[in-house]
């Protein structure tokens, strides 16, 4: 009898220990799912960036390259359907700033006369060529014969500290059009000088242009003054 309690006993810490043993395995498995998980999570995250990184590696060669292309590619152009056909509007008369007459050759292919029966027109519009507008004032200096103080005329286009160093100064629609480009347009700061410089010929510098901006903005400015007006209303 003794002997059997010692076995019944026996059978069941090796139960006990068999449970402990499949409970803990069961814990390892599903720690090793919630692992198994996470990385196939980053896996995907991987395989779409490193699908990013080439086709950014590519923008330059197709950059809107759909890779796959389509089975049944539509044709370019303006399709049927899609609004009326117009051409480019002619210019006004008052547009037109240089004409040019050409004249029949002498004689035709064939070598009859030629008789002129009406004239027909071509427009090309092309960037102005003339250079940058530069105005040159003479400002006389005065000085006073009793104080000794000078003095210098006064000019409206003219800042009172315009002198010196900062002589030439660009005028405001200049600035006006550099800041367009950057605010409205969204080209970068760095680049608006050389679009400038290649469009129109003018020599400004970035540094210039964002202290332009600041100084615009400043609460003294006028654009900040607009603004307080506008957020009063």
Do not use: W
């Not at 720690?31 to 198994?36: D, P, V």
């Amino acid at each position: 009898m003794v002997e059997l309690l010692e076995i019944i006993g026996k059978l069941t810490a090796r139960v006990d220990a068999l449970e402990r043993e499949n409970k803990q395995l069961r814990q390892d498995n599903e720690q090793l799912r919630s692992e198994n998980e996470a990385l196939r999570t980053e896996n995907d995250r991987l395989k779409k960036r490193i699908d990013e990184l080439e086709r950014k590696s590519k923008k330059y060669v197709a950059p809107y390259s759909r890779e796959q292309p389509k089975a049944d590619p539509k044709p370019p152009g303006r399709h049927a359907g899609q609004g009326p056909f117009v051409s480019k509007q002619r210019p006004t008369r008052e547009q037109v700033t240089r004409v040019v007459d050409v004249t029949l050759r002498n004689c035709c292919v064939c070598g009859a006369e030629l008789r002129a029966f009406k004239t027909d027109f071509a427009f090309i519009t092309a960037l102005p060529a003339a250079p940058p507008q530069v105005t040159e004032y003479h400002l006389k200096v005065g000085r006073c014969e009793v104080c000794g103080q000078d003095v210098r005329a006064t000019h409206p286009e003219v800042a009172a500290d315009q002198r010196g160093a900062s002589a030439h100064r660009l005028s405001a629609e200049v600035y006006c059009l550099a800041h367009s480009l950057h605010y409205d347009l969204g080209i970068p700061v760095r680049k608006v000088p050389e679009v400038l410089r290649l469009t129109t010929g003018l020599s400004i510098s970035q540094s210039a242009l964002t202290r332009d901006a600041l100084r615009v903005t400043r609460k003294a400015g006028v654009l900040h003054q607009q603004y307080q007006q506008l957020r009063d209303n």
